[in-house]
C-alpha cells in the first residue's frame, strides 16, 4: 500500500455483520476498500464479490491473508473461527480488526495475546462498537469528569427482538452480556472480579431451550455493582440501555429521545429493530477509526487484551449460569505490552 492509496481490506465472514460491514467500506466510509471477501459459502461470497470492482471471492481465510492487494483483515466470521484467522493474519503482519467476541474463552484468547506479543507490536482492534456511540462516548464524559462523583451503581437493559435459531444461553452471556462486560470495564476503569446470574422463569416467547430473560450482576475491583437485564425475545425492538447511579446524581442513555411525535391521543416515537440499525453511527466511526488509525501505522481502540478481560468475564457468566451462584473472574496479570 501506498501512503495514499486505500486501505485494501479482506473481510472474513459474510453473515449479517460481515455483509453490513463490506457495504460500509465500499459506501460509507473513507481510506479503504474491499479488495477480498471470504466465506466458507463459495456461492454467496463469489455473489458478493462480483458486486465490487477488484474484489476477489475466497473460502479460506489463509489464502486471502497472502494476497498482495490486501493490507487488512475485517473478521466478522462466527467466534469459534476467530482464533485460525487472527493466528493466519499475524502470519502476513497484518493488521486486523475482530468483531467480539476475541474468541468464545479466555485460553484461546490468551493464545491470540502470546502471539501478538511475539510479534512485538500491537495489530488487533476488537470490535465493541459501543465504544464509539455518541451517548455511550458522552456517559463516559460525564463519569470521566468527575462531576457526579463516583459511580456506585450501573443498570443495564439489553433487549433484542428476537435471536437466530441457535442462540443458546451460552450466547446470551458470550454474544450478547460481552458488550455490557466491555463497557463497564471501560466506562469505569475498572476490572469485573465475580459474576452472578439469575433467571426469572423463561418468557413464554423464549424459544425451547433458552431461559430468557437472565439477570447478570457483575461486582467490580473499584467496589461498584453493575447489572444486566437481558433479555432477548423481548419482540418489541432493539434496546440498549445504561443508568450510572452516582454519589451526587445519576446519568441514562438509550431512551431513544430523538424523535417525539404526539398524534391521535399518544404520543411516542419509534424503537430500532436491530443492532445492525441502532449502532449504525457507532459502527461507521468505528470502522472508519481503524482504517485512519491503520493508515497511519498505528494501532488504537480496544485491544486485544480488552478482548481477553472480556473472554475470561464470559468465563465466569457462563459457569454461574450452569453451576449457578457467584462465580470469580480468573485474570491473568496485564502483561505491559498492553498497558
Ligand atoms: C449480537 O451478536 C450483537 O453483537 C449485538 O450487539 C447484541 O445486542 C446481540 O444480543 C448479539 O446477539
Not at 13 to 22: I, L, R
Request: hydrophobic share 45%.
Amino acid at each position: 500500500m501506498t501512503q495514499h492509496a486505500p486501505l485494501g481490506i479482506a473481510v472474513v465472514g459474510t453473515g449479517k455483520m460481515g455483509a453490513d460491514h463490506v457495504r460500509r467500506i465500499n459506501d460509507v466510509i473513507s481510506g479503504a476498500r474491499v479488495t477480498a471477501v471470504v466465506d466458507v459459502d463459495a456461492e454467496r461470497v463469489k455473489a458478493i464479490a462480483a458486486g465490487i470492482e477488484g474484489c476477489t471471492a475466497y473460502t479460506d481465510p489463509a489464502a486471502a491473508m497472502a494476497a498482495d492487494d490486501v493490507d487488512a483483515v475485517l473478521i466478522a466470521s462466527p467466534g469459534f473461527a476467530h482464533e485460525a484467522a487472527l493466528l493466519a493474519a499475524f502470519t502476513h503482519d497484518l493488521p486486523v480488526l475482530c468483531e467480539k467476541p476475541l474468541t468464545p474463552d479466555a485460553a484461546s484468547a490468551l493464545r491470540v495475546l502470546e502471539a501478538e506479543q511475539k510479534l512485538g507490536h500491537r495489530r488487533v482492534q476488537v470490535g465493541f462498537m459501543r465504544r464509539y456511540d455518541a451517548e455511550y462516548l458522552k456517559l463516559k464524559a460525564l463519569l470521566d469528569s468527575g462531576e457526579l462523583g463516583r459511580p456506585l451503581m450501573v443498570h443495564n437493559r439489553h433487549r433484542n427482538a428476537s435471536v437466530p435459531p441457535g442462540y443458546m444461553n451460552a450466547n446470551l452471556i458470550n454474544d450478547s452480556v460481552v458488550h455490557e462486560m466491555d463497557v463497564t470495564r471501560w466506562l469505569l476503569g475498572q476490572e469485573i472480579t465475580a459474576v452472578t446470574v439469575l433467571r426469572p422463569r423463561p418468557s413464554s416467547n423464549a424459544p425451547e431451550g433458552l431461559d430468557d430473560p437472565q439477570f447478570v450482576v457483575f461486582e467490580t475491583d473499584g467496589g461498584a455493582i453493575v447489572d444486566v437485564e437481558i433479555n432477548v425475545n423481548c419482540g418489541f425492538g432493539y434496546q440498549v440501555q445504561a443508568e450510572a447511579v452516582c454519589e451526587r446524581g445519576s446519568a441514562r442513555i438509550g431512551e431513544a429521545h430523538d424523535l417525539l411525535v404526539n398524534t391521535a391521543g399518544r404520543w411516542g416515537g419509534s424503537i430500532a429493530q436491530d443492532f445492525v440499525e441502532r449502532f449504525v453511527d457507532a459502527y461507521d466511526r468505528e470502522v472508519q477509526a481503524w482504517v485512519d488509525a491503520t493508515r497511519r501505522g498505528e494501532v488504537t481502540g480496544p485491544s486485544a487484551w480488552d478482548g481477553y478481560a472480556a473472554a475470561a468475564v464470559c468465563e465466569a457468566g457462563v459457569r454461574s449460569q450452569n453451576e449457578g451462584g457467584r462465580v470469580e473472574v480468573e485474570l491473568i496479570e496485564r502483561p505491559a505490552f498492553y498497558r
